[in-house]
T-cell receptor, first 114, second 114 residues
Framework: KQEVTQIPAALSVPEGENLVLNCSFT??????LQWFRQDPGKGLTSLLL?????REQTSGRLNASLDKSSGRSTLYIAASQPGDSATYLC?????????????FGGGTRVLVKP | DGGITQSPKYLFRKEGQNVTLSCEQN?????MYWYRQDPGQGLRLIYY???????QKGDIAEGYSVSREKKESFPLTVTSAQKNPTAFYLC?????????????FGPGTRLLVL
């Protein structure tokens, strides 16, 4: 059974520092991996989607890498801002999963201090 | 505006009562999903539907029921059989397109037991 883990569960950094968020998964037979952002009491917003054939994806200050063989993905957020404070979740789409089922990690709660 | 709406934002359930959470989308997506999120945890799939009048159980379907009479709507009923219903419920939708499409999430409904 696929398990997705995000460590640490919480992270606090001063404004301007780069953020590094980690995601690991146990079964490398995936279609893609996705990073989401969730503000308190809100739904999820998709940040980046990396297909299994890709090594990384970039959007503005965000860069996500994928190492499928080792079961790891890392989300980098450059020059963090207080507005980046949120919970970040990663999710994988398995090849053998029915429908478009995603398996989520528990999330990393980020606080960027001004 | 295209998107997913969920109502109500907060819902209170009495012991032994069934309650229904609404989810509507105007994105013309074929697939819709219901997730449950407990504090500090990732999302777990309750039910999903890929086509009208058809739906499949997810990982934690016991105590829940759904219907898909219209493409735009996918209501979730939390029955009295669900003994621990307090959680944040998120609805999502996506195109199917080979299962590599991102899911779009609604704002969520928080269910509390009185």
């Amino acid at each position: 059974k696929q398990e997705v883990t995000q460590i640490p569960a919480a992270l606090s950094v001063p404004e301007g520092e780069n953020l590094v968020l980690n995601c690991s998964f146990t079964d490398s037979a995936i279609y893609n991996l996705q990073w989401f952002r969730q503000d308190p009491g809100k739904g999820l917003t998709s940040l980046l989607l990396i297909q299994s054939s890709q090594r990384e994806q970039t959007s503005g200050r965000l860069n996500a890498s994928l190492d499928k063989s080792s079961g790891r993905s890392t989300l980098y957020i450059a020059a963090s801002q207080p507005g980046d404070s949120a919970t970040y979740l990663c999710a994988v789409k398995e090849i053998k999963a029915a429908g478009n089922k995603l398996t989520f990690g528990g999330g990393t709660r980020v606080l960027v201090k001004p | 505006d295209g998107g997913i709406t969920q109502s109500p934002k907060y819902l209170f359930r009495k012991e032994g009562q069934n309650v229904t959470l609404s989810c509507e989308q105007n994105l013309n997506h074929d697939a819709m999903y219901w997730y449950r999120q407990d504090p500090g945890q990732g999302l777990r799939l309750i039910y999903y539907s890929q086509i009208v009048n058809d739906f499949q159980k997810g990982d934690i379907a016991e105590g829940y029921s759904v219907s898909r009479e219209k493409k735009e709507s996918f209501p979730l009923t939390v029955t009295s059989a669900q003994k621990n219903p307090t959680a944040f419920y998120l609805c999502a939708s996506s195109r199917l397109a080979g299962g590599q499409e991102t899911q779009y999430f609604g704002p969520g409904t928080r269910l509390l037991v009185l």
